[in-house]
Nanobody, 115 residues
């Protein structure tokens, strides 16, 4: 079983930056991909960004050019650098880790962007 713990969330003014971290522990095995998702109040959970073990990335159109996902598989940690934050980025952000056994989810970290 994989445990994921997100950190780095908080309250920030619009235009500001935050860096989220996701630390994995447990039966990690070989990582296939990391992901970040978010869920705003009253909305469905949505994909923010993913990165494969080979370094290929994918971003939601709404965050392209502002967010950067990275992964350090040697440290079993993923990051999400968020710049130029907007009030509409306010959500709970969840980390995922995918390996041959499936996809694990973290508990989430709150990001609140004030206008």
């Amino acid at each position: 079983q994989v445990q994921l713990v997100e950190s780095g969330g908080g309250l920030v003014q619009g235009g500001g930056s935050l860096r989220l971290s996701c630390a994995a522990s447990g039966s990690i095995y070989s990582i296939i991909a990391w992901g970040w998702y978010r869920q705003a109040p009253g909305k469905q959970r949505e994909l923010v960004a993913t990165i494969t073990s080979g370094g290929s990335t994918n971003y939601a159109d709404s965050v392209k050019g502002r967010f950067t996902i990275s992964g350090d598989n040697a440290k079993n940690t993923a990051y999400l650098q968020m710049n130029s934050l907007k009030p509409e980025d306010t959500a709970v952000y969840y980390c995922t880790l995918s390996n041959w056994r499936g996809t694990s989810w973290g508990q989430g970290t709150q990001v609140t962007v004030s206008s």
